[in-house]
């Protein structure tokens, strides 16, 4: 059963308070949303941006982080609490009717790392080897984020030089015309947009985003963590209390 996510509004609100307020800075200073819209400022700065960042990285790392991106905008919608509460409630079938009866449970269990870790109890594994499965599968995640997240650190990096180089070619084309006073001012103005494009892109976009998947992989973990401690102590068949006071150290921020 595949965990299912919602769209998390402080990321959108986010955003749309960071970038309204340089619309709305803009046209208090007295100027309009056409000035700071170029097409050509656009194409240098994200254009270059991108192929930066295609050169910089594999394939498999761009296309990772592309398939990443949804968790900087959706959250899991379920909580830590109903994942132990699971997990307690299979240590009591567990406790009372034996291990092999998870078997049954194994097709409605909520998440895919406890279906897997249950599986392996009942086909008879022992217990280091499954917590090593369980942790290869938390490491190769963590690895994962990691590199999407530097993926979009290092475009973040990208987008100011590149939008410096958009603001120098805007003012060679200024020089060319500088002959006529009238066309000075505003392409000057224009060239500049660049640099708007490249810093706000940078410090409203890309580094955040980076920094907002790094975040959501903490949670992710956690709660892999959780489901490997939730696994120990199944098949230990250990107190159902102690497992819970175990399992919701992690839900506070503890760690083994």
């Given at each position: 059963?595949?965990?299912?996510?919602?769209?998390?509004?402080?990321?959108?609100?986010?955003?749309?308070?960071?970038?309204?307020?340089?619309?709305?800075?803009?046209?208090?200073?007295?100027?309009?949303?056409?000035?700071?819209?170029?097409?050509?400022?656009?194409?240098?700065?994200?254009?270059?941006?991108?192929?930066?960042?295609?050169?910089?990285?594999?394939?498999?790392?761009?296309?990772?982080?592309?398939?990443?991106?949804?968790?900087?905008?959706?959250?899991?919608?379920?909580?830590?609490?109903?994942?132990?509460?699971?997990?307690?409630?299979?240590?009591?079938?567990?406790?009372?009717?034996?291990?092999?009866?998870l078997e049954n449970e194994i097709p409605s269990i909520s998440d895919p790392?406890?279906?897997?870790?249950?599986?392996?109890?009942?086909?008879?594994?022992?217990?280091?080897?499954?917590?090593?499965?369980?942790?290869?599968?938390?490491?190769?995640?963590?690895?994962?984020?990691?590199?999407?997240?530097?993926?979009?650190?290092?475009?973040?990096?990208?987008?100011?030089?590149?939008?410096?180089?958009?603001?120098?070619?805007?003012?060679?084309?200024?020089?060319?015309?500088?002959?006529?006073?009238?066309?000075?001012?505003?392409?000057?103005?224009?060239?500049?947009?660049?640099?708007?494009?490249?810093?706000?892109?940078?410090?409203?976009?890309?580094?955040?985003?980076?920094?907002?998947?790094?975040?959501?992989?903490?949670?992710?973990?956690?709660?892999?963590?959780?489901?490997?401690?939730?696994?120990?102590?199944?098949?230990?068949?250990?107190?159902?209390?102690?497992?819970?006071?175990?399992?919701?150290?992690?839900?506070?921020?503890?760690?083994?």
């Open positions: 059963m595949i965990m299912k996510r919602i769209l998390d509004p402080f990321v959108i609100f986010g955003l749309i308070v960071g970038i309204s307020s340089i619309i709305v800075g803009n046209i208090v200073e007295g100027g309009t949303t056409a000035h700071i819209l170029q097409l050509a400022a656009a194409l240098i700065v994200f254009g270059g941006t991108f192929g930066a960042t295609v050169v910089s990285f594999p394939m498999k790392d761009l296309v990772n982080a592309f398939k990443v991106l949804k968790i900087a905008f959706f959250k899991s919608v379920k909580s830590d609490r109903l994942l132990i509460e699971e997990i307690i409630s299979l240590l009591v079938i567990a406790r009372k009717r034996g291990i092999m009866a790392l406890l279906a897997k870790g249950i599986q392996l109890i009942v086909d008879g594994y022992e217990i280091n080897v499954i917590k090593e499965a369980i942790y290869r599968e938390i490491k190769n995640y963590e690895d994962s984020i990691k590199n999407a997240a530097k993926v979009f650190d290092a475009a973040g990096g990208f987008a100011p030089t590149i939008g410096i180089i958009g603001a120098v070619l805007g003012l060679i084309h200024v020089l060319q015309n500088v002959t006529d006073p009238s066309k000075v001012g505003q392409g000057i103005a224009v060239a500049f947009v660049a640099t708007i494009y490249g810093v706000g892109s940078a410090n409203l976009v890309f580094i955040p985003i980076g920094k907002r998947i790094l975040q959501r992989a903490k949670d992710e973990i956690k709660r892999k963590l959780i489901i490997m401690e939730g696994i120990t102590g199944i098949e230990k068949g250990i107190n159902p209390h102690y497992l819970r006071v175990i399992l919701e150290s992690f839900k506070d921020g503890g760690k083994i």
